[in-house]
């Protein structure tokens, strides 16, 4: 068995045991894991550490942790070691309602990474057209 399915299982063994596992309607079951391993980091809490669950709930389309992460301090403008904000990553991921949410919050929609991308060409290049 691979690393990645050990923990895979063990996320999913944690959101059984602390009742995580009703899925917010709408979102993918895939937030599930974020929402576990936010709880688990809850006594962590930084806003470095919400901006990372800022970016993951990003990748993932989770509108409704986001939510909370920004209430508890996350930053709409924060980046990533590659220079890229939640909307440039929710770009990638091709997650246009999550972008819909973020540039209802305020984001800006063009921002450029270290390689000068903005979300818009890192969309066209990850072939997400729904998101373009």
Do not use: Y
Not at 40 to 66: M, P, V, W, Y
């Amino acid at each position: 068995m691979s690393l990645q399915w050990r923990v895979g299982v063990a996320t999913l063994l944690l959101a059984l045991s602390t009742g995580l596992t009703a899925a917010v309607a709408g979102e993918p079951l895939a937030c599930n894991d974020v929402r576990a391993r936010f709880q688990i980091k809850q006594s962590q809490l930084n806003t470095r550490t919400l901006n990372f669950f800022l970016f993951d709930a990003a990748d993932r389309g989770c509108i409704s942790i986001a939510k909370e992460l920004l209430s508890r301090g996350a930053s709409i403008k924060a980046r990533d070691q590659f220079g890229n904000t939640a909307v440039a990553r929710a770009a990638q991921h091709g997650e246009k309602q999550f972008l819909e949410f973020l540039l209802d919050q305020g984001a800006i929609v063009d921002p450029t990474n270290v390689r000068g991308s903005t979300p818009l060409l890192q969309a066209v290049i990850e072939n997400r057209r729904r998101t373009i």
